[in-house]
């Protein structure tokens, strides 16, 4: 894969407003897109949730986040090792089977298929509205696109994950209107610690509406936000 920095992106700094992160940038304090996303969860997501937290019990539930957290972003430093060219290495227990989720994403999502990379772990905000980070941007087999990499503790169903593609849809709005590109396109590249690795591609007519969801969502907690 090849870099064309075709772009200049911004620098922030992340901060928490009543519990929720937000993007410094500039002048602007933005809400980002994961706040958004978990604001405006559904009542039948929140009780899926809920459900499972009563069955493992809090703690044990804590404890999973915070260990495929952890895990997610040693693995996230090593995929950008590999594409910057820099390197990463983590010797811990943790960090091996991050390697090992790391190097499956590379060689079975990105070595042969990103043809050009315009940024890696970047900033993307639209004025006035969002922001957030996303893992990599650039040209996806022949098309512009957003790619995420996501840890998982278990193979997913494409109708499960359907945030994810909302969340890579935000990411593309922001780009497309900041920079005035045409991305419709994003890439899940996705591994659990079993190295069961998972490719979903959203494109054209499918990511719109993923984009009218995205703004639906936006308006849903611009609305909450004004009635507080």
């Given at each position: 894969?090849?870099?064309n920095?075709?772009?200049?992106y ?33 009542p ?7 459900k ?32 910057t ?14 390697g090992?989720?790391?190097q499956?994403?590379?060689?079975e ?13 970047i ?7 969002y ?15 957003i790619i995420d ?10 109708e499960?994950i359907?945030d ?14 900041v ?32 984009m ?10 611009c ?6």
């Open positions: 894969m090849k870099w920095k075709r772009f200049e911004p620098a922030s700094i992340r901060s928490l407003i009543n519990d929720q992160r937000h993007y410094d940038i500039g002048e602007e304090k933005l809400p980002s897109v994961t706040t958004i996303l978990q604001a405006t969860q559904s039948e997501k929140r009780a899926i949730l809920a499972w937290k009563q069955k493992v019990g809090e703690t044990k539930a804590e404890s999973i986040k915070n260990e495929a957290g952890n895990r997610g972003t040693i693995m996230h430093r090593i995929i950008e090792g590999y594409i060219g820099e390197g990463h290495a983590d010797l811990s227990d943790m960090g091996q089977a991050a090992t989720m790391a499956t994403i590379y060689k999502g990105l070595k042969g298929s990103m043809d050009e990379v315009w940024g890696s772990e900033t993307l905000y639209y004025p006035g509205l922001a957030g980070a996303t893992d990599l941007v650039g040209i996806y087999e022949g098309r512009e696109a990499f996501k840890q998982s503790n278990k193979p997913k169903k494409r499960w359907e994810y593609f909302t969340q890579m849809a935000a990411y593309a709005m922001a780009h497309n209107h920079y005035n590109t045409e991305i419709q396109s994003g890439v899940i590249l996705m591994c659990t610690p079993g190295n069961y690795f998972q490719k979903f591609i959203v494109k054209d007519k499918e990511f719109q509406q993923y009218w969801k995205w703004v639906s969502r936006v308006d849903q907690f609305n909450n936000c004004n009635t507080l």
